[in-house]
């Protein structure tokens, strides 16, 4: 697949209406920074500072991200051009005369956590959180049950937290399809998933079904096509659920997901048995070394992550029937992501793509899910 470069975003002029003052009255008035219009995102910050830049791990933004002094007050401004629909996470770095600082934008209250803490978010116009995603308290709620085993592949306790739909029963009229999800503790806490389904079966976007968000014990070993990580899913996890709740039980009825690293692992356990899974769910997946004109990644523990992708190229094959997938198109990974879906549709399985005007945020994970899962689990079972 020929590489596409990323939506840009590019620098702009100051507009005539951004003032000190006018960023002064702004700031006392409590209204929202960044300044968002149809034309552009500007960044703003107050302060006696040798310099201000904006920080994001990304594809597509200009190289400068500098802001610039207006004038000889303490207000610093960055305006870009953003296409419309995107959504930016970013820092501030600040050099003052007591050094360099990361910092979080002290003007913006619109921030998104993540494991290593929070960003703060630029929505641009167009952008709106996908109404799915937020909770309502007039939709029912489904339970959320700990589900422990000795796994005897993994030489550990597993642990994993299992999502039953509000309307579940020990006796339903169609068995639940199930999902299992990969790092499954991160998407209940920074993608809302149990939001997102309550939201999605109660709109009927999505049938019934049961979710076991599973956590990994040594993730960048066991996510890295580890056999015996194979062997817990395949051998204990989907069977110890099948025979504790009513599930489909079929290659159609199951699907594995994951994101980043975990996008690798749930493809390595699909490809460990094909067909067991029928379908897949992989987002902004860390497909080192597909496609020409990626950057490498010499780091010690993506070795097996490029074996295991440097051997599916050399041999593929379909591992499922249906095989959705997301990535920002605004992160380093997206050419990678482009390469591997040619090759996955090339081997026969019905795939879809799509990318968010987002970056590798756990946002962009969430709102995929609106049309991944109803895509995946139509006629299920």
Known sequence: MTAVQPPAIVRVGVPSTITPEHLQQRCDSGEPFPIVDREACTFAHHGEIISVRLVHFGVGLTDDLAFEQLGDSDWWVLPLAVPPGSRIEYKLEVVDSFGTHLISDPLNRNEAANPFGVNSVCAAHGY?????????????????????????????????????????????????????????????????????????????????????????????????????????????????????????ANPAGRCVMGSSFGAVAALAVARAAPGFFGRLLLQSGSFAGAGAGCRSRPERLWRPVREFVRAFLAEPAPVAERVFVTCG?????????????????????????????????????????????????????
Do not use: K
């Open 128 to 248: 709106a959180e996908p109404a799915w995603t937020q909770y309502d308290e007039a939709v029912p709620t489904g339970q959320l049950v700990e589900w422990v085993s000795e796994s005897a592949a993994l030489a550990r306790t597993a642990r994993a937290c299992v999502y039953l739909p509000a309307s579940f029963t020990d006796e339903p009229e169609t068995p639940y399809p199930l999902l299992i999800v990969l790092d499954g503790g991160d998407y209940l806490r920074y993608a809302s998933a149990a939001t997102v389904l309550d939201n999605l079966i109660h709109r009927g976007d999505l049938p019934p079904i049961v979710a076991a968000f599973s956590d990994p014990g040594e993730r960048l070993v066991e996510y890295a096509d580890d056999p015996r990580h194979h062997r817990h899913m395949i051998d204990e996890l989907v069977p110890g659920l099948e025979a504790q709740f009513p599930l489909a």
């Open 329 to 381: 198109a605004y992160e380093s990974l997206i050419c990678e992501n482009r390469a591997f879906v040619s090759v996955l549709a090339a081997t026969g399985m019905n795939v879809r793509f799509v990318e968010n005007l987002d970056g590798h945020t756990w946002v962009c994970w969430r709102d995929g899910l609106g049309e991944a899962l109803p895509w995946l689990f139509t006629r299920a079972v």
